[in-house]
């Protein structure tokens, strides 16, 4: 069982950057992939950023890359996401999540209760 906390989230203008936090629970966060996923209002959830669970392997979608950078710290039971020139179409709620690496969300099996992201133009 893994319980996650997100934190770091807030308004910022357009162009600004903003560091989110996932800590987690456990004793075996280092065993899990973590992932950055968002959901804006009316829109389906979708991935943002994966990293494996060493830290190796990470992914970005399409619309992020260059922009957010995926980390973790696993001695600190932590994951991270830079993001920064963040943009209007940015905002969302942003969740973390834990499981098997990969870019469907069903993959993960934990989910922390997201944090508000807000990007104004």
């Known amino acids: 069982q893994v319980q996650l906390v997100e934190s770091g989230g807030g308004l910022v203008q357009a162009g600004g950057s903003l560091r989110l936090s996932c800590a987690a629970s456990?004793?075996?966060?280092?065993?899990?992939?973590m992932g950055w996923f968002r959901q804006a209002p009316g829109k389906e959830r979708e991935l943002v950023a994966a990293?494996?669970?060493?830290?190796?392997?990470?992914h970005y979608a399409d619309s992020v890359k260059g922009r957010f950078t995926i980390s973790r710290d696993n001695a600190k039971n932590t994951v991270y996401l830079q993001m920064n020139s963040l943009k209007p179409e940015d905002t969302a709620v942003y969740y973390c999540a834990a499981g098997s690496y990969g870019l469907d969300l069903y993959k993960y099996d934990y989910w922390g209760q997201g944090t508000q992201v807000t990007v104004s133009s």
């Open positions: 990293i494996s669970y060493s830290g190796v392997s990470t």
């Open positions: 456990g004793r075996t966060f280092s065993s899990y992939a």
